[in-house]
T-cell receptor, first 113, second 114 residues
Framework: QQPVQSPQAVILREGEDAVINCSSS?????VHWYRQKHGEAPVFLMI?????EQKGHEKISASFNEKKQQSSLYLTASQLSYSGTYFC??????????????FGKGTLLTVNP | NAGVTQTPKFQVLKTGQSMTLQCAQD?????MSWYRQDPGMGLRLIHY???????DQGEVPNGYNVSRSTTEDFPLRLLSAAPSQTSVYFC?????????????FGEGSRLTVL
């Protein structure tokens, strides 16, 4: 079952902030975030594990609320290079032997000058 | 390191034809997977493998076959192509084991079925 991402699309001006949300109806072991530029392969941003560990990447950070099975990706002071489609991927269960990484439908982020 | 290599990058098929999308990785990753990407649908898991000789179905396995005879290779076979299989296909790999980890994607294969 695909996780649900919101919003579907967001348009920013350079320097503005954005939040992308990802939620699942099932208990999660981990949440992954990837960014994909048009015509390219998805690129890994970060992983958040059950236990609430939060990991950041430059000016991009994320959180994982285990009780709500939700994750949020925070883009601070956006740059033109942040434009692309952001996907969250989720793994269910206790991890380890569960290798199914299921992706949401994506959020299209456009950063304008 | 080449990472994950997919061939071909582009392919046009007629309905009913068969073909194989090739995927090879040189990172000694135990886990390999195939996704298809369609507009507005995100990335959907077709099949995956946690090691040589072990494969399992993902979300959308119908119409596709896989096998894993070596750690390096994970080909995806379309036995009788249908227009609904027109898509961009991505192969991805990562180390297996007790912890999750980053997925490394190939550059993708764009398939058109007429």
């Amino acid at each position: 079952q695909q996780p649900v991402q919101s919003p579907q699309a967001v348009i920013l001006r350079e320097g503005e902030d954005a939040v992308i949300n990802c939620s699942s109806s099932k208990a999660l072991y981990s949440v992954h975030w990837y960014r994909q530029k048009h015509g390219e392969a998805p690129v890994f941003l970060m992983i958040l594990l059950k236990g609430g560990e939060q990991k950041g990447h430059e000016k991009i950070s994320a959180s994982f609320n285990e009780k709500k099975q939700q994750s949020s990706l925070y883009l601070t002071a956006s740059q033109l290079s942040y434009s692309g489609t952001y996907f969250c991927g989720t793994e269910r269960g206790s991890g380890g032997s569960n290798y199914k990484l299921t992706f949401g439908k994506g959020t299209l982020l456009t950063v304008n000058p | 390191n080449a990472g994950v290599t997919q061939t071909p990058k582009f392919q046009v098929l007629k309905t009913g034809q068969s073909m194989t999308l090739q995927c090879a990785q040189d990172m000694n990753h135990e886990y390999m997977s195939w996704y298809r990407q369609d507009p507005g649908m995100g990335l959907r898991l077709i099949h995956y493998s946690v090691g040589a000789g072990i494969t399992d179905q993902g979300e959308v396995p119908n119409g596709y076959n896989v096998s894993r005879s070596t750690t390096e290779d994970f080909p995806l076979r379309l036995l009788s192509a249908a227009p609904s299989q027109t898509s961009v296909y991505f192969c991805a790999s990562r180390p297996a084991g007790g912890a999750t980890g980053e997925l490394f994607f190939g550059e993708g294969s764009r398939l058109t079925v007429l």
